[in-house]
């Protein structure tokens, strides 16, 4: 089991969220390009968009992206949508601070052990 990375506060989160902003509008645009590409190519269409070399490509840059949303202590739940959380301490509870494609920030934390479902407003 690989080990709970150390907690960060709410504002740490916030912080780090702010700053993978570009990295996060980058990412969202390669989903989708590699999105459209892959459909392409089942489809046996010509894409705008090149072809299986492009689709390895974007691929691996896709998951490239995600790797380095780590080093800013993001935890990858979801990638369509994106969703991410960073571990924190909510009245002496571990929590995860939550953040979903869409949202304007870090409003939303849960436990532990009660997942997306159990998300409540900070």
Do not use: N
């Amino acid at each position: 089991m690989t080990p709970m990375p150390e907690p960060v506060t709410l504002a740490q989160a916030r912080a780090a969220l702010a700053a993978l902003r570009p990295r996060l509008a980058t990412l969202v645009a390669v989903r989708a390009d590699l999105a459209e590409l892959r459909a392409d190519l089942a489809a046996g269409a010509p894409s705008r968009l090149g072809g299986m070399a492009e689709a390895k490509g974007l691929e691996a840059r896709f998951y490239a992206e995600l790797e380095r949303l780590a080093d800013h202590g993001a935890q990858v739940k979801g990638w369509a949508p994106l969703l991410l959380d960073w571990p924190g301490v909510r009245d002496r509870v571990p929590v995860l601070w939550c953040w979903l494609e869409g949202e304007g920030g870090i409003d939303w934390y849960h436990r532990l052990d009660c997942g997306f479902a159990g998300r409540r407003r900070v």
